[in-house]
């Protein structure tokens, strides 16, 4: 029998619960290939998509690079001359990913509608077209082995691409200057948009629901919604399973995210289905493989305690159905298959510590998802209850199953906090997201789709009302917003997400778009301004809920104050549009009073700058002073002597988040929070006549060099984290295509074009360029707007600059001098009125 693998023979596909058809973005193909394992990145030849490349023992392995990060569905056009082979296919973002058993994978942290696993195993029996059942989220790399004696050509292998893919320089936003660092940090805000913003349709399901029950291909679990409801403890699940290959998985006890006792039932593994590659020493045949975190594998610093292995005396047939029963019992998980014990498995205390789990070895959700390679059935799905009572049945087969378990097709389009993990659409991370996506690619409708579904979940009533879940998951639907809870964390969150709709609002005018959401947006900016202090007017908690842990820094402190009042601002001219200008009101004058207690309670003299937080006098953060400067409440001399201090935090190639943390080589240097560091380093000088060039150059050379400087590396796209040796943070679990890393490239077109909106939707301007700021003799590039681009662009010498913009049709702008400069023709005037064309202006040095 050849070694095919056709999942539509098991049983006819529904296709009901296929909402919106793919985006079609065409076919990526890789750049260079290399016939080795170990490529050295300065060699390799170019690839053509008529290269053909032969695989055989004596040459297994070739490595594809595709030249900076893509995402879409794997595929390889091949010739056979008849015989069959095996190829195992890895794929990473970064180079070093892809000599590592796993690849940089597998992703067991969240289903996120894509393949779970790096490494993949093909069986290609005949010449002709193979593609993957499942999307690959992001990868720059790929690696194809031959596995045995066999011998294969590939005539054409590449990606069906699921995101746009287009050059930096053809974007709809677009900047150089004269330095090429900058111009690749630039780059990689426009890379990292498209990679991680996927439409609706791009995302099918990754289980396929047929008449027999649920095929699911092995991916890391996805778990009941009713289960997360219910809340069952000591229950017994039992259902129908089929191995087509290699095993079956499931998990009981859970939390919502997959993490909790996971058991992998391995086959006897027959030679017509079992792939060379098959890991037997994880996976022995016939076994029960037992685990009580995320997976039966560590991927680096995602850690998962000992398998525990049962090898079993029967032989476990593929093809053929059995029936599993997992009853949580006072001494143990009891296993039983077909009626007959195979293992008691001794209980998973979770660790009080633990982040994520139910909390329970007892109680908890089920879900269902095998190992790399495994393809299983699953039907007649029931849950009874320790009292007898049987409490859940499925049979997975109706539409309802997918969004039941978390993996329904993604009906919006969004954008996710990275391409290949988590998957999930984090509301912080938004932020930074609208406001790279404003300045490159401009699909709006990735933002409005992720504000409409986040919206979509927000909590109705109870002491989180108007909060919405952080990280709401791709295949996730509002029908279950009581499952997915998850406001109760990173409460600044909140904030970001508000500020990024104020942005969108800045960028857009869309009030439109907007409208309908209105009530709900009000709604969340009104939970939020119960955390307004009585005492102290900072920012702190609420009487019922108490201390809770922000991202930006603690409560009552200068990050999480400094960005509310910013998200108050960004929100008033919402307001005003949308007719409430009751409200308006209120968001303005709070955002004064907070940045008054600002001042009066965090700013500290003696030592020079805004303090972390009340109870932390003597420590200081680079988000603080960004917020600070950011929400309107530092003035010149407070910029000044808080610039200076910020040179304690300068560590590698950044700077230390919090004088309160410690240097080690293990410190992960955060874009995220230096980006809103960024952004103020250019308001200080432009508005406030700081000196923060050293520092501005220091991060975007040193930090976001770190991301371009180093080819093995390199993605294209920015990055999670950054470690102090320039290398990227959170070891290979980490994410290079990160949206929240990209913050210079809308800070570099809104302070070094210097164009920005004075009123949303661009329809009227300011441009306000930093000439000659870092050294740099030229900048230009165009900037989207609802009227078409402005395009902006200066060159300077030491005395002389001249700007050139040209203005769309329909909007009007104001040009401001720069700091250092004066209009030329002896004029005094600071400002020059920009109409429709081409505006010409000449400064000379002041
Ligand atoms: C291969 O590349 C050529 C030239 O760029 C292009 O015209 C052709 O359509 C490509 N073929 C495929 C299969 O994409
Ligand atoms: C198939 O046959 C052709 C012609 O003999 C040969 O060049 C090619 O290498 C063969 N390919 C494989 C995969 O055996
Ligand atoms: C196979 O699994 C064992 C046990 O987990 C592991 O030590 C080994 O590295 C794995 N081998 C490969 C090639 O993945
Ligand atoms: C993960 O790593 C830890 C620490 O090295 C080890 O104790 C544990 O057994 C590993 N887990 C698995 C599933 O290999
Ligand atoms: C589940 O069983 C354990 C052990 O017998 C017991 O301690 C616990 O209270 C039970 N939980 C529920 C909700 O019945
Ligand atoms: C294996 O078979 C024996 C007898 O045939 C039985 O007693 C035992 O419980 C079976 N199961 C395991 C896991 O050993
Ligand atoms: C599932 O249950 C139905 C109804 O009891 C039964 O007809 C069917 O055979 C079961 N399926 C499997 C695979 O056992
Ligand atoms: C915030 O500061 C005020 C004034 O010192 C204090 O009363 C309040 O308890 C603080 N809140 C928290 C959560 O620490
Ligand atoms: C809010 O404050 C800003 C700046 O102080 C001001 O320009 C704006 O008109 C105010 N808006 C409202 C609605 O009060
Ligand atoms: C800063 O915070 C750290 C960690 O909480 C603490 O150990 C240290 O004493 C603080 N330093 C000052 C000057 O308050
Ligand atoms: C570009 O910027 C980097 C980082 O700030 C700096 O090291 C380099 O000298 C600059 N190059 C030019 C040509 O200005
Ligand atoms: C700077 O540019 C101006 C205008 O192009 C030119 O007249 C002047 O000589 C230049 N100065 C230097 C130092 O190059």
Same mark, same amino acid.
């Given at each position: ?298 991927? @680096? ?265 910013? @998200? ?279």
């Amino acid at each position: 029998m050849p070694m095919s693998f056709r999942p539509l023979a098991v049983a006819q596909l529904l296709w009901s619960t296929l909402a919106h058809a793919i985006v079609s973005y065409g076919n990526v193909y890789p750049t260079r290939y290399f016939d080795n394992n170990a490529a050295d990145p300065t060699f390799g030849s170019s690839y053509e998509n008529s290269t053909s490349i032969t695989l055989s023992s004596s040459q297994p392995v070739v490595t594809l690079d595709y030249g900076a990060e893509i995402a879409g569905f794997p595929f390889f056009v091949t010739t056979t001359n008849g015989t069959a082979a095996q190829i195992e296919v890895r794929y990473s973002e970064s180079l070093v990913g892809l000599s590592h058993d796993n690849a940089d994978g597998p992703w067991t942290f969240s289903n996120g509608l894509s393949n779970s696993f790096r490494v993949e195993t093909f069986a290609i029996d005949d010449s002709g077209h193979v593609e993957s059942f499942f999307v690959q989220g992001g990868q720059r790399w790929q690696s194809i082995r031959v596995l045995g004696k066999g011998t294969i050509t590939l005539d054409r292998v590449g990606f069906r691409a699921t995101s746009d893919h287009t050059d930096a320089d053809k974007l709809p936003g677009y900047l150089e200057t004269n330095n090429e660092t900058y111009n690749k940090v630039f780059d990689l805000g426009g890379r990292v948009v498209q990679v991680a913003c996927v439409d609706a349709g791009n995302a099918p399901s990754t289980w396929e629901l047929t008449n027999a029950g649920a095929l699911v291909r092995g991916q890391t679990t996805a778990q009941s919604a009713k289960g997360i409801l219910l809340a069952p403890a000591n229950y017994t699940l039992e259902f129908d399973t089929k191995i087509v290959r290699g095993g079956t998985g499931w998990r009981i006890a859970s939390a919502s995210q997959p993490f909790g006792p996971y058991f992998v039932l391995t086959s006897n593994y027959p030679d017509e289905t079992t792939f060379t590659n098959t890991n037997k020493t994880l996976l022995p045949p016939n076994t029960l493989i037992v685990n009580s975190g995320w997976n039966i594998v560590n991927q @680096t610093s995602l850690e998962t305690p000992a398998n525990k292995l049962f090898a079993l005396n029967v032989s476990i047939e593929e093809g053929k159905w059995y029936r599993i029963s997992t009853a949580i019992e006072v001494d143990g998980y009891r296993v039983l298959l077909d009626g007959e014990e195979i293992a008691l498995v001794p209980l998973s205390q979770p660790d009080p510590a633990a982040r994520f789990g139910s909390g329970s070895a007892y109680a908890g959700t089920w879900g269902f998802g095998g190992y790399q390679d495994h393809s299983t059935m699953f039907t007649n799905v029931s849950v009874t209850s320790d009292k007898g009572t049987r409490i859940y049945q499925s049979d997975l087969t109706s539409a309802s199953t997918l969004v039941e378990y978390g993996v329904a097709p993604l009906e919006h389009s969004v954008c996710l906090d990275g391409a290949k993990r988590d998957r999930l659409v984090w509301i912080g991370d938004f932020y930074h997201t609208v406001r790279v996506v404003a300045q490159t690619t401009a699909r709006w409708d990735h933002i409005l789709g992720s504000i409409d579904l986040v919206l979509g979940f927000q909590v109705p009533s109870g002491i989180y009302a108007g909060f919405v879940p952080i990280s709401p998951g791709m295949g996730t639907r509002p029908e279950y917003t009581e499952a997915y809870q998850g406001w109760q964390g990173l409460v600044d969150y909140q904030d970001l997400f508000l500020a990024g709709i104020g942005e969108y609002y800045r960028y857009t005018g869309d009030t439109a778009g907007l409208k309908k959401h209105w009530g709900k947006i009000k709604m969340l900016a009104e939970a939020k301004l119960a955390f307004v202090d009585p005492i102290s007017g900072l920012v702190a908690d609420t009487p019922e809920i108490k201390n809770p842990f922000n991202f930006l820094g603690p409560v009552n402190g200068s990050a999480v104050s400094g960005l509310f009042a910013f @998200t108050l601002r960004r929100l008033a001219p919402l307001a005003v549009a949308l007719g409430d200008a009751e409200a308006a009101r209120k968001f303005n004058s709070t955002a004064s009073k907070i940045n008054d207690a600002i001042n009066e309670h965090l700013w500290n003299p003696s030592l020079g700058t805004y303090s972390l937080g009340l109870d932390s006098p003597g420590n200081f953060s680079l988000t603080g002073v960004a917020w600070a400067i950011l929400s309107g409440a530092a003035n010149s001399s407070q910029i000044a002597s808080s610039l200076l201090k910020l040179q304690e935090l300068r560590f590698g190639p950044g700077y230390r988040t919090s004088s309160a943390e410690a240097e080690s080589p293990e410190y992960q240097l955060a874009p995220n929070p230096s980006g809103f560091l960024l952004e103020a380093l250019f308001q200080s000088y432009l508005n406030y006549g700081s000196d923060s060039a050293t520092a501005a150059s220091h991060l975007l050379g040193g930090l976001w060099g770190s991301m371009v400087n180093n080819d093995s590396y390199f993605s294209g796209a920015s990055w999670e984290y950054v470690n102090p040796d320039g290398t990227p943070g959170l070891d290979l679990f980490t994410s290079l295509a990160h949206p929240w890393g990209a913050a210079p490239s809308y800070v570099l077109p809104e302070y070094l074009l210097g164009v920005r909106p004075t009123i949303s939707g661009y329809k009227s301007f300011v441009v306000n360029p930093a000439v000659g700021f870092l050294g740099l003799t030229e900048a230009g590039g165009r900037v989207p707007t609802p009227f078409g681009p402005i395009k902006a662009g200066w060159t300077a010498n030491g005395t002389h600059a001249t700007i050139d913009v040209d203005v769309p049709e329909g909007t009007t702008g104001a040009f401001q001098v720069p700091p250092g400069w004066r209009i030329d023709r002896k004029s005094s005037a600071h400002a020059v009125k920009l109409v429709r064309g081409l505006n010409r202006i000449v400064l000379c040095s002041a």
